[in-house]
């Protein structure tokens, strides 16, 4: 999810609009007091907002619709960012939604007015260079920024990493005249890859979440940004007794291991057979209670050997790890 | 420094002018008091905002999760990370499916 504060109902009081996986934009509405409880944000005719693709609170599952798609048909894009600016300069919010595949901006036009928006429940992909934006490498969140500084807002947006394991941060200048919207081509403003593992956090690495402010205060935009980090502590180097515990440890753990998949396939054979005899929901939930509690012991010991085993091989040959943390980009 | 900052015109997205890398120093991992900032979150996705009203540009913090928490910025740095509250007391959270 990314995060916006601003003031979506032109009541004085900003807002904190985002979007999360299930696929719509979010309002928690603000007030003298603090933020109230999120809402979902509808468009003029009382549907969600959306893309395409989301999860249905109802049907308990994912769900695609075309009835905001541009084309009608309904696609594999998820909207799980949001951002409001005026893109049409006509005095009150429109909103953009990101979405995670395929990365592609989506605008949805205010036909309201300021204090009560009416969204049109039709998106529009958002050009930038005179082309629909992508970006394979999967939208994490937009951010609106007047990064030139020439009194209108750009956005910039990161990415989760695209197959070649890079992430990046890019920049779509506003080059619109007379208060509407018009992108530039993406600039780069931030390539990450980690091309090796650094035996500590170094930077992120994938998932890159960008905030854009003079965080240092020296009068240039630095970047805050959220995200993983991969890494992989320094292996020590072993003596032939130390070579030969790690294979006696190697061993061991793929035995436990095994004997571990042993129990969980007895256990579900058992649970599958109980569970066909059943006739209701609740004989399921018992037959299932009954066998879990005739496995648990087992099940766990085999678990815990198998994880203290490994915690034994890691001291030898230490694993990869993805942290997540927040870094600060100053500037050069 | 192994995390290297390229501009990599070949896998830049659709459009890119491929060749206008703007260039930051290295990263600092940001502390929040004692703790790693965003160390308990999936996705910590960061935005400044004055969560007190004393002048400061804080630092809020959403995830994968959809609940919300926040550090508050001093001179001497960040402090804790701490749930965002709503109006009514409890945290505030996005939905997630």
Same mark, same amino acid.
């Given at each position: 999810?990314?995060?916006?504060?601003?003031?979506?109902?032109?009541?004085?009081?900003?807002?904190?609009?985002?979007?999360?996986?299930?696929?719509?934009?979010?309002?928690?509405?603000?007030?003298?007091?603090?933020?109230?409880?999120?809402?979902?944000?509808?468009?003029?005719?009382?549907?969600?907002?959306?893309?395409?693709?989301?999860?249905?609170?109802?049907?308990?599952?994912?769900?695609?619709?075309?009835?905001?798609?541009?084309?009608?048909?309904?696609?594999?894009?998820? !909207?799980?960012?949001?951002?409001?600016?005026? +893109? #049409?300069? &006509? $005095? *009150? %919010? /429109?909103?953009?939604? =990101?979405? @995670?595949?395929?990365?592609?901006?989506?605008?949805?036009?205010?036909?309201?007015?300021?204090?009560?928006?009416?969204?049109?429940?039709?998106?529009?992909?958002?050009?930038?260079?005179?082309?629909?934006?992508?970006?394979?490498?999967?939208?994490?969140?937009?951010?609106?920024?007047?990064?030139?500084?020439?009194?209108?807002?750009?956005?910039?947006?990161?990415?989760?990493?695209?197959?070649?394991?890079?992430?990046?941060?890019?920049?779509?200048?506003?080059?619109?005249?007379?208060?509407?919207?018009?992108?530039?081509?993406?600039?780069?403003?931030?390539?990450?890859?980690?091309?090796?593992?650094?035996?500590?956090?170094?930077?992120?690495?994938? !998932?890159?979440?960008?905030?854009?402010?003079? +965080? #240092?205060? &020296? $009068? *240039? %935009? /630095?970047?805050?940004? =959220?995200? @993983?980090?991969?890494?992989?502590?320094?292996?020590?180097?072993?003596?032939?007794?130390?070579?030969?515990?790690?294979?006696?440890?190697?061993?061991?753990?793929?035995?436990?291991?095994?004997?571990?998949?042993?129990?969980?396939?007895?256990?579900?054979?058992?649970?599958?057979?109980?569970?066909?005899?059943?006739?209701?929901?609740?004989?399921?939930?018992?037959?299932?209670?009954?066998?879990?509690?005739?496995?648990?012991?087992?099940?766990?010991?085999?678990?815990?050997?198998?994880?203290?085993?490994?915690?034994?091989?890691?001291?030898?040959?230490?694993?990869?790890?993805?942290?997540?943390?927040?870094?600060?980009?100053?500037?050069? | 420094?192994?995390?290297?900052?390229?501009?990599?015109?070949?896998?830049?997205?659709?459009?890119?002018?491929?060749?206008?890398?703007?260039?930051?120093?290295?990263?600092?991992?940001?502390?929040?008091?004692?703790?790693?900032?965003?160390?308990?979150?999936?996705?910590?996705?960061?935005?400044?905002?004055?969560?007190?009203?004393?002048?400061?540009?804080?630092?809020?913090?959403?995830?994968?999760?959809?609940?919300?928490?926040?550090?508050?910025?001093?001179?001497?740095?960040?402090?804790?990370?701490?749930?965002?509250?709503?109006?009514?007391?409890?945290?505030?959270?996005?939905?997630?499916?």
């Amino acid at each position: 999810m990314g995060s916006q504060f601003v003031d979506l109902n032109a009541d004085g009081h900003l807002d904190y609009l985002s979007a999360t996986f299930d696929g719509s934009p979010h309002a928690s509405w603000g007030g003298a007091d603090g933020f109230a409880e999120p809402a979902r944000i509808e468009d003029a005719a009382g549907e969600r907002l959306l893309v395409s693709y989301y999860w249905d609170y109802d049907e308990d599952a994912h769900l695609t619709t075309g009835r905001s798609m541009p084309d009608g048909k309904p696609r594999n894009l998820r !909207g799980i960012s949001a951002v409001a600016m005026d +893109w #049409d300069g &006509d $005095g *009150d %919010l /429109d909103l953009l939604q =990101g979405s @995670y595949e395929k990365g592609h901006l989506y605008l949805q036009l205010n036909e309201g007015s300021p204090s009560e928006p009416r969204f049109t429940g039709k998106n529009v992909r958002v050009m930038a260079g005179g082309v629909p934006l992508e970006d394979e490498a999967k939208m994490t969140a937009p951010r609106l920024v007047d990064w030139d500084a020439d009194g209108d807002l750009d956005l910039v947006y990161g990415t989760f990493g695209g197959a070649d394991g890079g992430a990046g941060i890019y920049l779509l200048v506003n080059q619109g005249k007379g208060g509407a919207t018009s992108f530039a081509a993406p600039r780069t403003l931030l390539r990450v890859h980690g091309e090796s593992l650094p035996t500590s956090p170094t930077g992120p690495a994938e !998932g890159l979440y960008p905030e854009v402010i003079d +965080w #240092d205060k &020296d $009068g *240039d %935009l /630095d970047l805050i940004v =959220g995200g @993983y980090s991969r890494w992989r502590a320094e292996a020590p180097t072993l003596n032939d007794e130390e070579t030969a515990e790690l294979a006696r440890l190697r061993a061991a753990h793929e035995a436990a291991e095994a004997a571990a998949d042993e129990v969980s396939k007895a256990f579900n054979k058992k649970f599958n057979a109980e569970e066909a005899k059943a006739k209701t929901e609740e004989e399921k939930e018992a037959a299932f209670n009954r066998v879990y509690g005739e496995f648990v012991d087992r099940l766990d010991a085999t678990r815990k050997a198998c994880r203290e085993l490994q915690q034994k091989i890691d001291v030898f040959d230490p694993p990869t790890k993805r942290t997540p943390a927040v870094w600060f980009f100053e500037r050069a | 420094m192994t995390h290297l900052l390229l501009a990599l015109a070949a896998l830049a997205p659709s459009g890119d002018a491929g060749d206008d890398l703007i260039l930051f120093k290295a990263p600092v991992q940001l502390m929040a008091g004692d703790a790693e900032l965003g160390r308990r979150k999936m996705y910590p996705s960061p935005a400044a905002f004055d969560v007190d009203g004393d002048g400061m540009q804080d630092l809020v913090l959403g995830g994968l999760s959809g609940r919300v928490t926040w550090s508050r910025r001093t001179a001497a740095g960040l402090g804790p990370e701490v749930p965002m509250e709503r109006t009514d007391g409890k945290q505030l959270s996005f939905n997630n499916w």
